[in-house]
């Protein structure tokens, strides 16, 4: 249902949906939102209230960090009470990374914080960025009869489908589908209408606040191994200095080198508190440290399993967790429980 009193707040972070390319050396570059504007003229046609915010220098997202993610979050706790909803445009790069992190960093939501960008920039005629914006826009102040709104999570829009923002990944760095949820299915399907899968979208209690977290703690490294990966290339890795977690990028149904200098420098990590997480790098399914006799014996060794949460996902827990000075064992259970809806456990 569409209120006409409806407001939105598009937070304009950069991303390719606002890049030209430079006249000379024909890379793109951002530019500002005022001229990113002029290219959506629909903008002015739809029926409610947009206003904008945007980073001072729109960014590149390879450029996106820890602080930028607490200056957006703040952006939304500023105006949490003024809009319906919430869009972030946002290159695709990161996008994964930052709706992860912002689904951990607000807590108990009950309004829709849709990320969206596209492959192509805003004038281009093919342009994605368009569609990509508009539907967003609209997800973001559909609400039901009562007045709530449909979505209330952080969510990635993308082509044609809302999916929940942190089981995302980006899988194509040409195709207009460039993000997917190979481990949640997607929440809504944008066609001639948008089909809301009611079911799959997380709740909290009504009239409950939204908590805002800002605290992260970066000390914190991915490790994907690989056939012939060196032992002192990964001695090095667990010796970075203050290291409090280690993501383990693992192959399959979660398993790794059963080699004993490889155990062995697990097996120290763990015993000097560092958490080691156990992601797959595999796209879809889950780590079942019980299914091979590899991963048992991480597990054996206090390796934690991250299950099917995406690699995006277990970074930005951790630095989440670790940010909020938790302990190791307090983090090692946190990281078995869905604060986000991130992870599927039975
Ligand atoms: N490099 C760009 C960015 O992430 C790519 C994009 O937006 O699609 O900002």
Partial sequence: MLDHNASVLLIYTGGTIGMIEDEVTGALKSFDFQRLRQYV??????KFNI?????????????????????IVRIIEEHYDQYDGFVILHGTDTMAYSAAAISFMIENLTKPVILTGSQLPIGKIRTDGKENLITALEIAVDKDRDGNSFVSEVCI??????????????VNAANFR????????????????IKYRHDLIRRVEKNVRPEFHYLLDT???TVRIFPGIMPQTVKAMFAIPNLKGVILETYGSGNAPTEIWFLD?????????IVVVNVTQ??????????YESGQT??????????????????AKLMFLFGHGLEPKQVKWYVNLSLAGEITID
């Fill in 178 to 193: 460039a993000f997917n949820s190979f481990n949640y299915p997607a929440m809504a399907e944008a066609g001639t209408y």
């Fill in 282 to 291: 595999c796209a879809s399914g889950s780590v079942e440290m019980d299914r």
């Fill in 41 to 46: 003229p629909e903008l002015n046609r739809l």
């Fill in 51 to 71: 206003d904008t915010i945007q980073f001072e220098i729109p960014i590149d997202s390879s450029d996106m960090n820890p602080d930028k993610w607490k200056k």
């Fill in 298 to 315: 991480l597990r054996d060794i206090g390796v934690v399993s991250g299950y099917d949460m995406t690699a995006e996902a277990a970074i």
């Fill in 157 to 170: 829009f993308f082509q044609n489908l809302l999916l929940r923002g942190n089981r995302t990944t980006k």
């Fill in 265 to 273: 420098i697990i097996r120290e990590a763990v015993k000097k508190g």
């Fill in 219 to 221: 000390n914190i490294v």
